[in-house]
């Protein structure tokens, strides 16, 4: 079978690296990809939001399967565009993408199905918004424990926490003011902040049947000890013992079920992953968003880790046959995941820059660097995003897969690289 996988980051490199190994798959094509999968893969110089192009090269190459890795695309409505052609592919329609990319209708759902989540208010311009914050917090100095965000995607960053009335106003600004999030911030949430510790917890469900993936632990704040502005994510490790088995049992009943048959009782039945960001709070669980794909950096352990064919998942989440395959086998052993990113991020950055040690850290043993903003130019691997590579090691232990990861960051090298220190750290408070 051929395959095609749409996007050019480190969880498409993933992706193309893990169906690459099915016995039942002779090519991987990636749309555009990156230096990475140029390797593992074969890129193809298509743009993901080109859906005709890509239609056309599924027909013309007799792909199998199609497979989307970001958000983007699947919102705008790719599964639709390609299953009215009669092609397989993996992933929400637009209906059901609505999850993730429009926080009202993800806050508006979780209401109706009673999944616990924080309290929340809509608001369509700044004035009615603003108006809010002041009456309810009318003293400057009284914390604030609200989080504003923009209504649409916003490349992770239309998000944001605040503790005093100044913050709130400003960020109110930032959305609806300002439209730093462009058409994303036309409408926006204004939400209680909830405290505690986030985790991710992903399944594969075809509708009726959840396959409920092992929980990981983002890393998205930018700098050690979980300080500065926020991220795509600066890292990930997984099974994290934040969630043991009685939690995810909680989570599965109380979160995934109810929003899946929600889904199919609103005529947007959920295929594909379901990847629910969960703050654990005194109260116990609680959904501060939904994404509609894998998480990433979080699908780069998670796959490192897995021991099943992919593709026999994916077929089947296609098909609603999730339920004659047998349950996916994970390495027992933990996966760390840390994002190596160019200087100035999640700010302004550089191109270009020369990448050295490549090869020196793919030779370390249980550990893969999956690239994620990285090109080829004149021969030579540089970088070619924010976040530039996610190096990905086994261990042992957390403690052991964390050395061995880091192992191979100090074996990598280019101007202005950097990384968080302390990826996984948190894990050892649970243990």
Not at 70 to 78: S, V
Not at 155 to 168: E, F, H, T
Request: hydrophobic letters at 40%.
């Amino acid at each position: 079978m051929k395959i095609l996988i749409i996007g050019g980051g480190g969880r498409e490199h993933a992706l193309a690296w893990r169906l690459g190994q099915s016995s039942r798959v002779d090519r991987v094509f990636v749309a555009p990809g990156n230096a990475g999968t140029a390797v593992d893969a074969e890129n193809v110089d298509i743009a993901m939001h080109d859906f005709p192009r890509l239609i056309r090269f599924a027909k013309e190459n007799q792909i199998g399967l199609t497979v989307v890795g970001p958000e983007a695309p699947l919102a705008a409505g790719i599964v639709d565009a390609f299953a009215n052609e009669n092609l397989r592919i993996f992933g929400p329609t637009r209906g059901a993408a609505q999850l993730e990319a429009s926080k009202i209708f993800c806050k508006n759902l979780l209401r109706q199905a009673d999944v616990p989540t924080a309290d929340y208010q809509v608001f369509r311009d700044a004035e009615s918004a603003s108006r809010f914050i002041m009456d309810r917090f009318p003293s400057e100095t009284e914390e604030v424990p609200v989080v504003v965000k923009a209504d649409g995607l916003a490349a992770g960053k239309g998000v944001m926490g605040c503790s005093r009335r100044a913050d709130a106003l400003a960020a109110i600004r930032r959305v609806a003011t300002d439209r730093e999030f462009g058409e994303a911030g036309a409408q926006m949430v204004i939400e209680e902040r909830l405290d505690g510790e986030e985790v991710s917890v992903m399944a594969i469900t075809d509708g009726q049947t959840i396959m409920t993936l092992p929980p990981a632990q983002d890393h998205k704040p930018a700098f050690d000890g979980d300080q500065g502005p926020n991220t795509g994510g600066m890292g990930a490790y997984s099974p994290t013992p934040l969630v043991q088995d009685a939690t995810l049992a909680l989570i599965e009943e109380r979160i995934l079920v109810p929003t899946v048959h929600i889904m199919k009782r609103s005529r947007h039945a959920f295929r594909g992953v379901l990847y629910a960001g969960i703050i654990m709070t005194h109260q116990g669980p609680k959904v501060l968003e939904f994404n509609v794909r894998f998480g990433d950096p979080e699908c780069q352990p998670l796959l490192m880790r897995l021991q099943s064919d992919l593709l026999d998942c994916l077929e089947a989440t296609i098909d609603g046959k999730l339920h004659e395959i047998p349950p996916a086998q994970w390495d027992p052993r933990p996966a760390i995941s840390v994002v190596m990113a160019s200087a100035g991020y999640p700010g302004d950055y550089e191109r270009g820059k020369p990448i050295r040690g490549l090869e020196d850290a793919a030779a370390l043993p249980d550990v893969k660097v999956f690239h994620s903003g990285t090109a080829i130019s004149n021969g030579q691997v540089v970088s070619n995003g924010g976040r530039v590579l996610t190096v990905t090691a086994l261990g042992n232990s957390i403690s052991a897969a964390k050395l061995q990861a880091y192992r191979a960051v100090k074996c990598i090298r280019w101007d202005g690289a950097w990384c968080r220190k302390d990826i996984s750290d948190k894990a050892l408070r649970h243990l």
